[in-house]
Nanobody
Framework: VQLVESGGGMVQPGGSLRLSCVASGFTFSNYAMSWVRQAPGKGPEWVSHINTGGDSIHYLNSVKGRFTISRDNAKNTVHLQMNSLKPEDTAVYYC????????????????WGQGTQVTVSS
């Protein structure tokens, strides 16, 4: 099983980034996909998840209206479009997979990527 994230970087406040995660080694379409972030000195924080079919999506309140999660089951990929970024969005962002149904609890996820750093700073 592999989840490989990409797309992180450094951006000024108000900027945008698009994170991608490519999955392999499991039946991607059977898994809800999530993005979880971890800021320095803090615990993991669930950001968003999308169900297997892509028609049920949930967001952390502080990112609603700024972040958009999407998935392409044909390409085994999940994306996180992040707009209007703020310094408090700075964290390592992880892609995670959970069989069938998503969760806001990072501890319930089955598979994890290695993470990609997002830094928002002027």
């Amino acid at each position: 099983v592999q989840l490989v994230e990409s797309g992180g970087g450094m951006v000024q406040p108000g900027g945008s980034l698009r994170l991608s995660c490519v999955a392999s080694g499991f039946t991607f379409s059977n898994y809800a996909m999530s993005w979880v972030r971890q800021a320095p000195g803090k615990g993991p924080e669930w950001v968003s998840h999308i169900n297997t079919g892509g028609d049920s999506i949930h967001y952390l309140n502080s990112v609603k209206g700024r972040f958009t999660i999407s998935r392409d089951n044909a390409k085994n990929t999940v994306h996180l479009q992040m707009n209007s970024l703020k310094p408090e969005d700075t964290a390592v962002y992880y892609c995670a997979a959970k069989y069938y149904r998503g969760s806001v609890d990072p501890g319930e996820y089955d598979y994890w990527g290695q993470g990609t750093q997002v830094t928002v700073s002027s």
